[in-house]
């Protein structure tokens, strides 16, 4: 096995789709090292990305932020203006295993496993964020709900790396949310997770809504369902049980030992209104 | 192909070879002969590898030793100084938070890193902190006992 750390992005481009035989990108490690200890890959190249400075930078723009793919959760934790804008966006990333993999796994890494049950995921896609793919033809933007294609696919092509993650500007009256159920609170896999990002006009109506849930399908999932009967609405009883009940018809769950089919689908609606409602209130709603 | 890694490991220049396959942990104990760090799981679901790195704490077993090439490595060896335990490493023994011992450079580490970041936390908080760290013998107990010691002699010195 070759291990090369290039301090460019069209470097580690260059080096992915030259390489021959199995080639992976390194964030964080976490997915990745598991999956050579215990055999499921045995990687003939490594890139590690970490050394690629623009990857390591959180940057505030006009049009929002931007999160380098190579940049730990434990530093989104600590990004303050990011805490601010995007609460329920970093619950979620600093949900991600104990401290010690904090220090190491990314958000980027996270979406390219492509875990049904990755934390960041659902909060992702309920930022509407938009994924900022380097590879041999050029840059890509892509909605971070195309790169996960099922269980442990990706949309990505040979030779592509996720650069950074882009969030859109925030104003005030707008708030996330992220809430997932674990048997153990902590170092544990969600069984349901759910991410509520929540735009609030005149007299708490709102007037945008996203939600996306993990967990209960292949792939994390938008619920287009939740945006349409949330929009124009205040949070109240009845708008709750209609969110509630949208999760739950949106849900198609796996049945094992850590949840049944019943229990996720059941759960997922009353995640839905418990997230609902800390964003809701976040953006400054009030029930 | 092996690969040749500088590192600053608790504060010296150290130099070793590695395989560009092997983790931080095994480089650590077979080449740098640092045995604090020890193997539970392999994984990153046990703690017992602990180590900072560049400032970040983490699972040495997650880590490459190729990684390491210019960064700087605190180790369990690295927190005492000389003959003068670390507070932490006096309460430990203080309170018999260990019987095997397997698990307590993680912990020391991990604690450490918690108490660097924040000197005064609420049991709670250091349940969560150490919630990466596993102990199979003490129950947790007296090891959280310790670490709520030692941060209270912390702030006192
Ligand atoms: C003990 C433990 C607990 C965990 N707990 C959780 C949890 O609670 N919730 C959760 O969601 N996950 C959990 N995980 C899984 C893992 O930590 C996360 O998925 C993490 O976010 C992965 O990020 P990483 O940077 O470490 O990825 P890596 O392991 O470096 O990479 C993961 C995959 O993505 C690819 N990749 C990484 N970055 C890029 C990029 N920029 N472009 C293209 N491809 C890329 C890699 O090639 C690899 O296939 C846990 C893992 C461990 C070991
Ligand atoms: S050996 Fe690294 S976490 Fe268990
Ligand atoms: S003292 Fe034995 S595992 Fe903790």
């Known amino acids: 096995m070759e291990y090369l750390a290039p301090d460019k992005t069209a470097d580690a481009v260059k080096i992915l789709a030259k390489a021959k035989g199995n080639a992976h990108v390194l964030a964080g490690g976490s997915d990745l090292l598991v999956r050579m200890k215990t055999g499921f890959i045995e990687p003939d190249l490594i890139v590690d990305i970490k050394r690629i400075k623009p990857m390591q930078e959180i940057k505030k723009t006009a049009s929002g932020f931007s999160i380098g793919a190579a940049v730990s959760c434990a530093t989104l934790g600590d990004h303050k203006p990011l805490r601010k804008a995007w609460p329920g966006l970093v619950e979620a990333a600093n949900l991600i295993g104990s401290d010690q993999i904090q220090g190491r796994c990314t958000i980027a890494g996270n979406l390219c496993n492509a875990s049904p049950a990755a934390d960041s995921i659902p909060a992702l896609i309920a930022a509407n964020a938009v994924a900022v793919v380097k590879g041999p033809k050029g840059t890509r933007r892509v909605p971070v709900e195309k790169i996960v294609t099922a269980p442990g696919k990706t949309s990505l092509k040979r030779g592509e790396i996720v650069e950074s993650i882009h969030l859109p500007k925030r104003t005030a009256k707008m708030a996330d949310a992220y809430l997932r159920f674990t048997p153990r609170t902590e170092m544990d896999i969600a069984v349901v997770s759910i991410a509520v990002n929540l735009t609030l006009g005149a007299k708490g109506v709102i007037t945008d809504a996203r939600v996306a849930l993990g967990a209960v399908a292949k792939t994390a999932i938008l619920v287009p369902a939740a945006t349409k009967l949330l929009k124009g609405n205040k949070l109240d009883e009845a708008t709750l049980d209609a969110l509630a009940a949208a999760c739950r018809a949106a849900c198609k769950p796996i049945d094992d030992k850590r949840g049944t089919v019943q229990f996720r689908t059941q759960v997922a609606g009353t995640l839905a209104k418990r997230a609902a409602l800390k964003a809701y209130t976040r953006a400054g709603g009030k029930v | ?157």
């Not at chain 2, 679901?45 to 602990?50: E, F, K, P, T, V």
């Not at chain 2, 000389?82 to 019987?99: E, I, M, V």
């Not at chain 2, 000197?119 to 250091?126: G, K, L, R, T, Y």
């Open chain 2, 1 to 157: 192909m092996s690969v040749m890694v500088r590192s600053k490991i608790n504060g010296d220049d150290i130099e070793f070879v590695c395989q560009p396959d092997e983790t931080l942990l095994d480089a650590l104990r077979d080449r740098a002969g640092l045995t604090g760090v020890k193997e539970g799981c392999g994984t990153g679901d046990c703690g017992a590898c602990s180590i900072m790195l560049d400032g970040a704490l983490v699972c040495s077993c997650l880590v490459l030793g190729a990684e390491a090439e210019g960064r700087s490595i605190e180790t369990v060896e690295g927190m005492a100084n000389g003959d003068q335990l670390h507070p932490l490493q006096q309460q430990f023994l203080q309170h018999a938070a260990l019987q095997c011992g397997i698990c307590t450079p993680g912990f020391l580490i991990a604690a450490k890193a918690l108490l660097d970041k924040n000197p005064d936390p609420s049991e709670e908080q250091v349940r969560y902190a150490l919630a990466g760290n596993l102990c199979r013998c003490t129950g947790y107990d007296k090891i959280v006992r310790a670490v709520l010691a030692a941060a209270k002699q912390m702030r006192k010195a």
